[in-house]
């Protein structure tokens, strides 16, 4: 069978969220389990903030194996194009042909959000009523559709440093009410999500009430920090990988570093918490935080489920056979 490419546009046709979250939450408990082989990613720096990465994958059970290739761009926001762009390949597990190219920009977006509603499944209270958004561009949208789908929100309080993105974001959105400040928004929230840029500290501990739980989806490298030291140590701490956030997470390499705990603080990956082997939260009061910095097998599994929908619906351009 001849390699089809899928653009952004056959993607978004395919992928809904709700099974997306679904297949994610196997998927990372799948990863946790040890049936995934997947090195820490390959990361080139090209240019200040600017990165080049490589993440391959191969998930034994579905013989499913391939890689996403990504590229990180900050100035991009400036020039009206996307700062994250990637492709990601998928090969036949019998003959290790090409499967499908697809388009890696709003999978990697939607992977990203369908990880953090898995953590909002297992570890946020079940009667979280109230959600804080820090930031407004894609991460922020696709964050405030997937949470939403897991719990009710009343109140979502949305902040970001840059007003106008703040008012379109908020114009249009449910419940949606723009805050002050970073610190209006967080006080009193039940579930906190860091979608900023940020490579400094967006969120303070003093801000975090007991029984909040917060998700931070930034700072991938080891020189940068989202998440104030003294909160990293305070909460329950969940990471996609232990490798990986040991490896790459400034918030947590750098808090080792500083003292404030040890490679031990790090409690469960989700994939545990959804196999049940540990737990999310242990009492009401306790503060949780799911450090995210995305996964190859979140990529792959993304891109499968829409690469077997597209074939099912006949959408996507047939590569040229060799």
Same mark, same amino acid.
């Given at each position: 069978?001849?390699?089809?490419?899928?653009?952004?546009?056959?993607?978004?046709?395919?992928?809904?969220?709700?099974?997306?979250?679904?297949?994610?939450?196997?998927?990372?408990?799948?990863?946790?389990?040890?049936?995934?082989?997947?090195?820490?990613?390959?990361?080139?720096?090209?240019?200040?903030?600017?990165?080049?990465?490589?993440?391959?994958?191969?998930?034994?059970?579905?013989?499913?194996?391939?890689?996403?290739? *990504? $590229?990180?761009?900050?100035? #991009? /926001?400036?020039?009206?194009?996307? %700062? &994250?762009?990637?492709? !990601?390949?998928?090969?036949?597990?019998?003959?290790?042909?090409?499967?499908?190219?697809?388009?890696?920009?709003?999978?990697?977006?939607a992977r990203t959000a369908a990880a953090s509603a898995v953590s909002v499944r297992h570890?946020?209270?079940?009667?979280?009523?109230?959600?804080?958004?820090?930031?407004?561009?894609v991460q922020a949208a696709s964050h405030f559709e997937a949470l939403c789908r897991e719990?009710?929100?009343?109140?979502?309080?949305?902040?970001?440093?840059?007003?106008?993105?703040?008012?379109?974001?908020?114009?249009?959105?449910?419940?949606?009410?723009?805050?002050?400040?970073?610190?209006?928004?967080?006080?009193?929230?039940?579930?906190?999500?860091?979608?900023?840029?940020? *490579? $400094?500290?967006?969120?303070? #501990? /003093?801000?975090?009430?007991?029984? %909040? &739980?917060?998700?931070? !989806?930034?700072?991938?490298?080891?020189?940068?920090?989202?998440?104030?030291?003294?909160?990293?140590?305070?909460?329950?701490?969940?990471?996609?990988?232990?490798?990986?956030?040991?490896?790459?997470?400034?918030?947590?390499?750098?808090?080792?570093?500083?003292?404030?705990?040890?490679?031990?603080?790090?409690?469960?990956?989700?994939?545990?918490?959804?196999?049940?082997?540990?737990?999310?939260?242990?009492?009401?009061?306790?503060?949780?935080?799911?450090?995210?910095?995305?996964?190859?097998?979140?990529?792959?599994?993304?891109?499968?489920?829409?690469?077997?929908?597209?074939?099912?619906?006949?959408?996507?351009?047939?590569?040229?056979?060799?």
């Amino acid at each position: 069978m001849a390699a089809i490419w899928l653009n952004e546009a056959d993607i978004r046709g395919v992928l809904s969220g709700g099974a997306l979250t679904d297949v994610i939450a196997d998927a990372l408990a799948d990863f946790s389990a040890g049936n995934v082989d997947q090195p820490v990613r390959t990361a080139l720096e090209i240019a200040e903030r600017s990165f080049f990465g490589l993440m391959p994958a191969f998930e034994r059970g579905q013989a499913l194996f391939g890689a996403k290739l *990504v $590229t990180v761009m900050p100035r #991009n /926001a400036g020039r009206g194009l996307p %700062t &994250h762009q990637a492709v !990601i390949a998928l090969f036949d597990a019998a003959t290790g042909s090409l499967a499908g190219l697809l388009d890696g920009r709003y999978i990697t977006e939607a992977r990203t959000a369908a990880a953090s509603a898995v953590s909002v499944r297992h570890m946020a209270r079940a009667d979280s009523g109230v959600l804080a958004i820090l930031g407004s561009g894609v991460q922020a949208a696709s964050h405030f559709e997937a949470l939403c789908r897991e719990r009710h929100f009343r109140d979502v309080r949305v902040w970001s440093p840059t007003p106008q993105h703040l008012e379109e974001f908020v114009r249009g959105r449910p419940c949606a009410r723009a805050a002050h400040s970073a610190a209006e928004a967080v006080s009193g929230a039940d579930v906190v999500v860091v979608a900023t840029s940020s *490579v $400094t500290p967006a969120i303070e #501990n /003093a801000w975090v009430a007991a029984g %909040t &739980h917060v998700i931070a !989806i930034g700072a991938c490298r080891p020189s940068q920090r989202e998440v104030d030291g003294d909160l990293m140590a305070r909460a329950r701490l969940v990471v996609d990988s232990r490798e990986a956030a040991l490896a790459e997470a400034g918030d947590v390499v750098q808090s080792i570093r500083e003292g404030r705990f040890t490679a031990e603080h790090v409690a469960a990956e989700p994939g545990e918490v959804v196999s049940g082997a540990r737990a999310g939260r242990t009492t009401p009061d306790e503060v949780t935080l799911f450090k995210s910095l995305g996964l190859a097998i979140e990529d792959l599994t993304a891109a499968q489920l829409a690469y077997r929908l597209a074939r099912e619906q006949g959408l996507g351009q047939v590569l040229e056979e060799r």
